[in-house]
């Protein structure tokens, strides 16, 4: 049942106050015209979709650069664990150093540390442990960690950004002024194709579902723009790309 309601914030109770006060408003007063609503349709619809595609874009590309990231550890997993010289405690403890990058990525991402210096630390305390332990780790072995190393670098780089650098602001604040003044726009003219002697209530009603639908468009947006945060119903599943103990 969460899932119908995930979409509903403060601003769509800033969306319903309008379109009951505007109403009441062009009755009150008799505001009404006849505009062309298709330019004003343009002027949200077209921005409105542009962002949601672009904040669907940004989960896919997210998505796939920590899986390219898991796979890179999944490879410096395979390296430590088939290498013979290493022992078994050995090799738990250099497994579990790789297993903490993905850690504190997830930890970056989900907005538990501010910034990235626990993951640049992870990465150093790896390569400080091959480095001190050279005669368990030969050249080979660090060679093949280093190009996973470079995968798993890329992936976090990616998904950092992506983490960063959101959709374009001032598009998502035009969209969101356009569909705060909307129903001014709107409302004189559904009272004018619907009219004076027909019940008030199916303007309500036309203006109330209008703005519900448009706000609700906007908070999906949103929500996906934001794919770390586990606030909304499509983020991304980040336990799926840290190793389980």
Not at 138 to 161: D, P, T
Request: glycine fraction near 4%; include cysteine; proline fraction near 3%.
């Amino acid at each position: 049942m969460n899932q119908y309601f995930s979409i509903i914030n403060y601003r769509t109770f800033y969306t319903v106050i309008i379109s009951i006060l505007v109403p009441y408003i062009c009755y009150s007063y008799k505001i009404i015209y006849n505009i062309d609503l298709t330019l004003i349709s343009i002027a949200i619809i077209f921005p409105l979709v542009f962002a949601i595609r672009g904040a669907f874009k940004r989960r896919e590309k997210a998505m796939e650069h920590l899986s390219k990231m898991k796979s890179g550890l999944v490879g410096i997993h395979y390296t430590f664990h088939g290498n013979a010289k290493m022992t078994a405690e050995e090799k738990t403890k250099a497994i579990g150093l790789t297993n903490a990058i993905a850690d504190r990525l997830v930890e970056h991402l989900e907005g538990t540390t501010k910034d990235r210096s626990q993951l640049d630390d992870a990465f150093t305390q790896l390569i400080e442990y091959m480095d001190e332990n050279t005669d368990k780790v030969s050249n080979s072995v660090k060679a093949k960690v280093y190009g996973f190393l470079q995968k798993v670098h890329e992936g976090v780089e990616n998904s950092i950004a992506i983490h960063i650098h959101r959709t374009p602001i001032s598009l998502k604040a035009y969209c969101k002024i356009f569909i705060y003044i909307f129903p001014l726009i709107y409302t004189p003219t559904i009272i004018n194709k619907i009219g004076l002697d027909n019940p008030a209530w199916l303007t309500y009603f036309v203006v109330l579902l209008s703005e519900f639908i448009l706000i609700s468009l906007y908070n999906i947006q949103d929500d996906m723009e934001y794919p770390f945060d586990h606030q909304g119903l499509d983020d991304i599943k980040l336990d799926a790309f840290q190793f389980k103990k």
